[in-house]
């Protein structure tokens, strides 16, 4: 089924190379999507890959978004209506666009490849310690106590060695700034969707603590090429390259990767998240950001397995699960230090 891409590829060349329509082009991706569907129609509903759906973990499909105006080629920004941010110079952008547009974008990047049986917002294959496995599955594994979980994420939270600030981010008019830093290099980029995890994360900050949760996302200014998959030294290289849109201390950066050795990491204005780590089983997107943004705002790790904590995005095993709030205590020490 891998084929069927290299087959659609090259068609397309040819197809271009005779100057033909953008209708030809339609159909034969139909017929050939049609088969493909077929071939999926038994392993519906099961806990079965496709071998699209695995070379696609594997990193050996092109990535979904290449050829779009957000590939990491160029420096684009996304804000909510195109509007031209404050702390960006005009050296700083070659272009700006709105959420809707990059949506309209996305979406119809995802609908390519969701012909193929792989849907980049919702990839059931996973590589767990370099084995593919269904992402039902890993959760599975994870609720029976199967998993080690230590290998999720940095025990310690990575600090950043120049930051000479004691205090933290705060929001400054009741506002905070989340800047969405996907890594540009090919090695980096990542290969799934994340924009709604991350800003339905976002989203719960802003309506528990009662602040603006602001947001933005910038393509093609994270290069981390050479840095290879190293937690600590990721998180190092994104606070080096995105300073540039720390405009006070009511701005925080995230960054997204396709894979580094452990799910996420954080330091005080910066984290980063995996879409897929090298080690153990990638936490839920969502829960993931919402775990990684509580460290900017001091919530400390709250033990590996269930029973060292109560229900909280700050346990692994609960993160894992997909818990989506804090305890009492966690939810106090966000609350005391983000406003
Ligand atoms: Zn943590
Ligand atoms: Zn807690």
């Known amino acids: 089924m891998l084929v069927v891409f290299d087959c659609i590829i090259s068609r397309r060349k040819f197809l271009k190379q005779i100057g033909s329509t953008a209708v030809g082009l339609s159909l034969v991706t139909n017929v050939v999507a049609a088969e493909q569907s077929k071939s999926q129609e038994s ?29 990491g080629s160029q420096k684009v920004t996304v804000t909510e209506s195109a509007e031209v941010p404050e702390y960006l110079s005009e050296e700083d952008y070659d272009a700006i666009i709105s959420f809707k547009e990059f949506d309209t974008i996305e979406s119809r990047a995802r609908d390519k490849f969701i012909e193929f049986g792989v849907d980049p917002k919702n990839p059931k294959a996973t590589l767990v310690d370099g084995k593919p496995m269904h992402v039902d599955v890993a959760r599975k594994h994870v609720k029976a106590g199967k998993v080690d979980l230590s290998a999720g994420h940095p025990v310690a939270v990575g600090g950043e060695s120049f930051s000479t600030q004691s205090s933290g981010p705060k929001a400054i008019n009741g506002e905070i700034h989340l800047h969405v830093v996907p890594a540009s290099d090919s090695e980096h980029e990542p290969s799934a969707s994340y924009k709604d995890a991350t800003f339905d994360a976002w989203a719960i900050f802003g309506s528990e603590f009662g602040i603006e949760a602001k947001r933005s996302i910038h393509f093609g200014h994270w290069d981390a090429s050479g840095v290879g998959t190293n937690t600590d030294d990721m998180l190092d290289d994104i606070a080096g390259d995105t300073d540039k849109f720390r405009d006070g201390d009511n701005h925080i950066v995230t960054g997204w990767v396709d894979k580094m050795d452990n799910n996420g990491i954080a330091g005080r204005y910066h984290s980063v998240n995996a879409i897929d780590p090298v080690y153990g089983v990638p936490w839920p997107h969502e829960q993931l950001v919402q775990h990684e943004l509580s460290h900017n705002f001091e919530a400390p790790d709250r033990g590996t397995a269930g029973y060292e904590h109560k229900k909280c995005v700050m346990n692994y095993e609960y993160a894992a699960r997909g818990i989506g709030y804090w305890c009492d205590v966690d939810h106090d020490i966000i609350e005391n230090n983000i406003k």
């Open 43 to 71: 392993s519906r509903g099961s806990s079965q890959l496709s071998k699209n759906q695995i070379a696609y973990a594997k990193g050996e499909l092109p990535n979904y978004l290449n050829n779009t105006i957000v590939d």
